[in-house]
């Protein structure tokens, strides 16, 4: 048996030598990742700090890789003519994720967003988790998890709706014709200036920006930092309520008004207590009742002549 113990020895004495250099290797590549990306936290931006981590382990773990393919006295030559080829053919079936790829290469280089930033892309908003080169990951405000493809990020319109520090809460009133426009801007800055929320500088933007189909339209536009961006929507709309019913100011919605021509009577409406409108005068569906109430009408003004 000895001619087989001096095969199995060499042989043994090779796994096991690859498989502690891989093992340990790594365990190495994931801590200096981990450390270069708390290093470049430190100093930087979490973007920079993702792509120091996953650019260290996946280049360290190449080269722990080789090492453990020349303890196998696998030849590395012949491998990487093998591995050239697989990836031509591999490429040619996968030119969706080679697409992809690219664009998130240009997404790294551009830099459109970070994570953490709070992104619009289409109709979806969410957290940016994780910034990959495949794809975004993200968290949106209902706690669900979206993967987007980065080719479709390059494709679409991308709203950073956290970039900047502060935001702007515009909302749109529509007040009657009635009231006085000046009365209306000057509340409305009051109301401005009297809300936590509302920062003093930028100041509020009030704008009588139209004469509406049945109203008087106002912008009225409010800064606030971007994490009180809701708190200052929700309370700033319950202000304006709760401010123009004290001034009696009124608050413009459609009317309806029905006219059948010049020779008839307006119709009397009464208003039962439950709410109900009832109509005292014919129907309209109805021509005979029409034409009778029209005839008494014009009788009715005849006599009186």
């Known amino acids: 048996m000895d001619w087989l113990d001096t095969l199995l020895i060499p042989f043994d004495y090779a796994i096991v030598k690859a498989a502690v250099i891989f093992v340990v290797g790594s365990l190495v590549c994931f801590f200096l990742a981990r450390a270069a990306g708390r290093s470049v936290a430190r100093h930087g931006s979490a ?5 120091a981590r996953k650019g260290v382990f996946y280049i360290g773990l190449a080269i722990v890789t ?3 393919l020349m303890a196998l006295e696998v030849q590395l030559a012949a491998a990487l003519g093998a591995a050239g080829i697989l990836s031509i053919a591999i490429g040619f079936a996968a030119q969706t994720s080679l697409s992809n790829l690219i664009s998130g290469w240009f997404l790294l280089g551009e830099r459109p967003f970070q994570v953490g930033d709070l992104i619009l892309v289409g109709a979806t908003r969410g957290t940016v988790l994780s910034i990959d080169l495949l794809s975004v990951k993200l968290r949106t405000p209902d706690n669900l998890f979206v993967r987007l493809p ?7 319109e991308l709203t950073n709706i956290s970039r900047f520090p502060i935001r702007r809460v515009d909302i749109n009133i529509g007040v009657a014709y009635r009231e006085n426009p000046e009365r209306v801007m000057s509340i409305l800055r009051e109301i401005a200036d009297q809300n936590p929320h509302s920062m003093d500088e930028p100041e509020p933007l009030v704008l009588f920006k139209d004469f509406g189909a049945s109203s008087l339209d106002f912008l009225f536009g409010v800064w606030t930092e971007k994490t009180g961006f809701l708190k200052l929507k929700n309370s700033i709309m319950l202000d304006i309520k709760a401010r123009f019913d004290a001034e ?3 608050i413009a919605f459609p009317h309806m008004t029905i006219y059948a021509g010049s020779e008839t009577e307006p119709f009397p409406i009464s208003v039962n207590r439950k709410g109900a409108a009832q109509a005292s005068a014919p129907s309209l569906a109805d021509p005979t009742a029409m034409e ?14």
């Open 47 to 51: 973007h920079l700090a993702l792509l």
């Open 66 to 68: 080789a090492s453990t």
């Open 150 to 156: 980065n080719e479709s990020i390059i494709k679409s």
């Open 248 to 250: 009696g100011i009124e």
């Open 292 to 305: 009778n109430s029209a005839g008494a009408a014009d009788k009715g003004a005849a006599d009186k002549a």
